[in-house]
């Protein structure tokens, strides 16, 4: 998470108080991203629940297996939705953050300047980071609803369900090692920031 902070004594209108809003109005864009998360987490869990549901019956319960698998391609799809909104809080939040660039170029401070090119591009990283991640958990979910559509076929092999749960199982494992990135350049740039603000000489308190 991308920490609130409230600018207490300005500078006037000097860069870094325009860079500060900026910043603070990027925070203030994500928000509907973490709304997004938390939605997300629990359709995953109820997708799960389900799933293990459908592995504890026999194929002669093929109606309730399809029941089941129904309700996860539902839940997919409400997945897909919150993704898309989601993209579109990151996207935004990276147009605002990005009109900081040329105000660190006004910076006349050496040691200040350097702390936010630092900032800025470890910022920038998180971005990029976030958009691999979108793409990769999107390729899961296409995979994760190829196999739902497989699972209500009468005549499904084992051997071509086996290998489709271990092209989830790959690919899900690829958006845990994104997801992990991602979360170590938030880490890093609220640590950056933080800095960027005391060599700035920005007074700011800090919420939780």
């Given at each position: 998470?991308?920490?609130?902070?409230?600018?207490?004594?300005?500078?006037?209108?000097?860069?870094?108080?325009?860079?500060?809003?900026?910043?603070?109005?990027?925070?203030?864009?994500?928000?509907?991203?973490?709304?997004?998360?938390?939605?997300?987490?629990?359709?995953?869990?109820?997708?799960?629940?389900?799933?293990?549901?459908?592995?504890?019956?026999?194929?002669?319960?093929?109606?309730?297996?399809?029941?089941?698998?129904?309700?996860?391609?539902?839940?997919?799809?409400?997945?897909?939705?919150?993704?898309?909104?989601?993209?579109?809080?990151?996207?935004?939040?990276?147009?605002?953050?990005?009109q900081s660039k040329?105000?660190?170029?006004?910076?006349?401070?050496?040691?200040?300047?350097?702390?936010?090119?630092?900032?800025y591009d470890t910022?920038?990283?998180?971005?990029?980071?976030?958009?691999?991640?979108?793409?990769?958990?999107?390729?899961?979910?296409?995979?994760?609803?190829?196999?739902?559509?497989?699972?209500?076929?009468?005549?499904?092999?084992?051997?071509?369900?086996?290998?489709?749960?271990?092209?989830?199982?790959?690919?899900?494992?690829?958006?845990?090692?994104?997801?992990?990135?991602?979360?170590?350049?938030?880490?890093?740039?609220?640590?950056?920031?933080?800095?960027?603000?005391?060599?700035?000489?920005?007074?700011?308190?800090?919420?939780?």
């Amino acid at each position: 998470m991308l920490g609130m902070v409230f600018l207490l004594a300005g500078c006037g209108n000097s860069p870094e108080t325009q860079i500060y809003n900026h910043l603070e109005e990027a925070v203030k864009l994500e928000e509907g991203f973490q709304e997004q998360q938390d939605e997300i987490t629990k359709l995953e869990q109820e997708e799960q629940e389900l799933y293990k549901q459908i592995i504890e019956l026999g194929i002669e319960e093929l109606d309730q297996i399809k029941e089941f698998a129904e309700r996860a391609l539902e839940s997919i799809e409400k997945r897909d939705e919150r993704i898309s909104l989601e993209k579109e809080s990151l996207d935004a939040s990276r147009a605002e953050f990005e009109q900081s660039k040329e105000l660190i170029g006004e910076i006349k401070d050496e040691e200040v300047k350097e702390k936010a090119l630092t900032m800025y591009d470890t910022m920038i990283n998180r971005f990029d980071a976030y958009d691999i991640l979108n793409k990769t958990y999107n390729e899961s979910l296409e995979l994760e609803k190829q196999l739902y559509e497989m699972l209500q076929r009468e005549d499904l092999e084992q051997e071509a369900l086996q290998e489709q749960v271990e092209k989830v199982n790959l690919k899900y494992q690829e958006v845990i090692e994104a997801n992990s990135l991602f979360n170590d350049y938030t880490s890093e740039y609220n640590e950056l920031k933080k800095n960027f603000y005391e060599v700035a000489e920005i007074n700011v308190k800090y919420i939780d």
